[in-house]
């Protein structure tokens, strides 16, 4: 197992336009996370999954975020008609179910590093 | 709210040793964590405490005071590859929520 993937690990989009993350986590976790972080910042929620079920989301995920976890394996987040505030690098993370915040920790990938121009 | 308040910046010597602290004002409490980052990468997870008290794992120790709202990391022997930003994140939630909430991070930065 090679951690957590994301793809792709750099985008540039137009304002406006649509794009899509790809976040694959470590295999046998079943609760996979999504983060936004901007420079000089820590990583702030966006929502999380637990297998394929959507269990929370953030006052921050406006209705132009979506996030799908079909099959409980990998999960893509789509972000419609962007912004500018967009901008960020979009984290991924997964855990192990029935361990809370395990003593071993979220498993972070790499990130998408998203800019609209 | 909920919200999380660590140092912007420390700076150390190598070989020294430093604390960085954080305070957490949360809805909930359910443990801090630790997590580093260098320039580009992943956060990466180095501790955990639920409980009052130090926890040590090699070079770095965490400390949580859960009446104070408080806790430390402090790493010890520093090493010019320790030169990152380091976040305290809390779980705030319940029994139904896993999310954390992290800390804007404190930039370490190693001297020779």
């Known amino acids: 197992d090679t951690g957590v993937s994301q793809d792709p690990r750099h985008k540039i989009t137009k304002r406006g336009q649509n794009v899509t993350f790809r976040c694959d986590p470590i295999?046998?976790?079943?609760?996979l996370y999504w983060y936004r972080q901007t420079l000089g910042q820590g990583p702030e929620f966006l929502t999380y999954?637990?297998?394929?079920?959507?269990?929370?989301k953030s006052r921050l995920l406006s209705d132009r975020f979506s996030a799908e976890r079909p099959k409980g394996s990998f999960s893509t987040l789509e972000i419609q008609r962007t912004e500018q505030g967009d901008s960020a690098m979009y984290l991924c993370?997964?855990?192990?179910?029935?361990?809370?915040?395990?003593?071993?920790?979220?498993?972070f990938g790499s990130g998408t590093r998203l800019t609209v121009v | 709210g909920q919200s999380l308040e660590q140092p912007s910046e420390v700076t150390a010597v190598e070989g020294a040793i430093v604390q960085i602290n954080c305070t957490y004002q949360t809805s909930g409490f359910y443990g801090l964590s630790w997590y580093q980052q260098h320039d580009g990468g992943a956060p990466t997870f180095l501790s955990y405490?639920?409980?009052?008290g130090l926890e040590e794992t090699g070079r770095f120790s965490s400390f949580l005071s859960r009446s104070d709202s408080y806790g430390y990391l402090l790493l010890q022997e520093l090493q010019m590859k320790d030169s990152a930003s380091y976040f305290c994140?809390?779980?705030?939630?319940?029994?139904?929520?896993?999310?954390?909430?992290f800390g804007s991070g404190t930039r370490l930065l190693v001297r020779p």
């Open positions: 993370a997964s855990s192990l179910m029935g361990q809370g915040v395990p003593k071993y920790g979220y498993t």
């Open positions: 295999s046998e976790h079943n609760r």
């Open positions: 999954f637990q297998n394929e079920a959507q269990l929370e």
């Open positions: 405490n639920a409980l009052d």
């Open positions: 994140a809390v779980r705030p939630g319940g029994d139904s929520s896993y999310k954390l909430i």
